[in-house]
Every structure is written in C-alpha cells, then in structure tokens.
C-alpha cells in the first residue's frame, strides 16, 4: 500500500516576488535618501522660530569691520561672545556686498566649530 504525498505550498514563486519587492524598495529608498525625487512639503500656520527670541546680528561693513549687536569687535573677541551663546540662539549674519568673502568664511567657520548652526544670512529682495 502506497502512502498518499501530500501537496505543499510551492514557496519558490513567493520568493521570486518577495525578493523583486526588496529590490524596488531598496532602490527607491537610496533616491529618497539622495533627495532625487521631488516633494511639495506642506504649508504651516505657526512658525517655529520664536518671536521672544531676539536675533543676535553679527554684521560685516564694507571696509570689513566686524559689529557684535553693533559693537565694533576683532575676531578673537567675536570668538569669545559667540563661545558665550547658547546653540539654539538665532544669529543673524549680515555682510556688505563690498566685503572681504573670507571674513564672512572666517565668522562661519567660528560658528560650525561650536556646532551652532541655528544662524541666518540675511539678504535684501529686488
């Protein structure tokens, strides 16, 4: 007497499509991660910059004077004031369009090596 063999599920086609899944997903995630793919982000009411909060401006003239809240400053005093600051004050950064480019890099440079990166520049509209 013969013993009846029982069907299984045949599990290889699922694989087939459970890998295929894996690989589209893998491959649309490095795109999203790359920033490729373009997203409308939605608007909001409430911003979350604190409207108590004063800026503190750090301002370049045109014959490259450094102002600290408008108090002409050097370098090195300017690296003291901003040691000073806490990380999640906002800087705003204002430089003459006549400046040196590199006292503008030496004042972000101080700010990235603080790890203070809550900081604008500001600009003017035409």
């Known amino acids: 007497m013969k013993i009846p063999r029982k069907e299984g599920l045949n599990i290889v086609p699922f694989i087939d499509v459970m890998l295929v899944l894996l690989a589209i997903v893998l491959s649309v995630s490095t ?9 409308e982000l939605p608007y909001a009411s409430h911003n979350q910059q604190n409207k108590d ?11 490259n004077t450094i102002y600290f809240d408008d108090k002409p400053v050097d370098i090195e005093l300017l690296k003291i004031e901003i040691n000073k600051i806490d990380n999640k004050t906002l800087i705003q950064l204002k430089s003459d369009k006549d400046s040196a480019f590199g006292t503008f890099v030496q004042i972000v440079d101080i700010l990235k090596e603080k790890g203070h990166e809550n900081f604008g520049i500001s600009t003017k509209t035409k």
């Open 53 to 63: 909060d004063k800026p503190i401006n750090i301002t370049i003239d045109d014959k």
């Open 31 to 39: 795109f999203i991660a790359q920033g490729q793919i373009k997203v």
